[in-house]
């Protein structure tokens, strides 16, 4: 079965430092892998995804994840930090093979940033 | 393009009431889908649609959920009687194809709130 794991719940930084989310992936196969931001009050928004193509994948918002194998992790980066950042992220799996789009969400990080 | 659109946005009600939510979807999006999210969690699927079937229901809880779409398009989903832990965010999302790098849109959710 396919699974994702957030390492961390809470992330706080300032404006203008880096960003790390971090996510371990569990999958029998080469997985599909997608990160999401959710600003409170509203729907998920995708921000970036991962299909055995390039292994760093950039997304919007100055966003990008590189995905490691070896690792078994998709980590999510950005290199300076902005207030409007500030939101829970979700770090997903696509479970099943095949045609099956069925999504599988860890648990999230919220993210703070400080003035 | 109009986004997933949801209704109620909040919505309070005693235990033992029944309770429903509405779902408009992209239009041409074939696929539909509901989620739980409950407080501090990632959203988990409920149910899946392709058009008017349901596909993927096996974690909508059958004994008092229930879920229809009707024509292939809007699609409500309803709880009777509601407990006091079906307190969650419900979110629908739509898709167009149920397969796979086929993007899923969600809407803002329908906060259920049961006392």
């Known amino acids: 079965a396919q699974s994702v794991t957030q390492l961390d719940s809470h992330v706080s930084v300032s404006e203008g430092t880096p960003v790390l989310l971090r996510c371990n992936y569990s999958?029998?196969?080469?997985?599909?892998l997608f990160w999401y931001v959710q600003h409170p009050n509203k729907g998920l928004q995708l921000l970036l995804k991962?299909?055995?193509?390039?292994?760093l994948v950039k997304g919007i918002n100055g966003f990008e994840a590189e995905f490691k194998k070896s690792e078994t992790s998709f980590h999510l980066t950005k290199p300076s930090a902005h207030m409007s950042d500030a939101a829970e992220y979700f770090c997903?799996?696509?479970?099943?093979?095949?045609?099956?789009?069925?999504?599988?969400f860890g648990t999230g990080t919220l993210l703070a940033v400080q003035p | 393009e109009a986004g997933v659109v949801q209704s109620p946005r909040y919505k309070i009600i005693e235990k033992k009431q029944p309770v429903a939510f509405w779902c408009n979807p992209i239009?041409?999006?074939?696929?539909l889908y509901w989620y739980r999210q409950n407080l501090g969690q990632g959203p988990e699927l409920l149910i899946r649609?392709?058009?008017?079937?349901?596909?993927?229901d096996s974690q909508l809880p059958k004994d008092r959920f229930s879920a229809e779409r009707l024509k292939g398009v809007d699609s409500t989903l309803k709880i009777q009687p509601a407990e006091l832990g079906d307190s969650a965010v419900y979110l629908c999302?739509?898709?167009?194809?149920?397969?796979?790098?086929?993007?899923?849109?969600f809407g803002n959710g329908t906060r259920l709130t049961v006392t």
């Open positions: 649609y392709e058009n008017e079937e349901a596909v993927d």
């Open positions: 997903v799996v696509r479970s099943g093979g095949g045609a099956t789009n069925k999504l599988i």
């Open positions: 999302a739509s898709s167009l194809r149920g397969t796979a790098n086929s993007p899923l849109h």
């Open positions: 239009s041409g999006h074939n696929t």
């Open positions: 999958s029998s196969y080469s997985p599909s």
């Open positions: 991962y299909t055995s193509a390039a292994t």
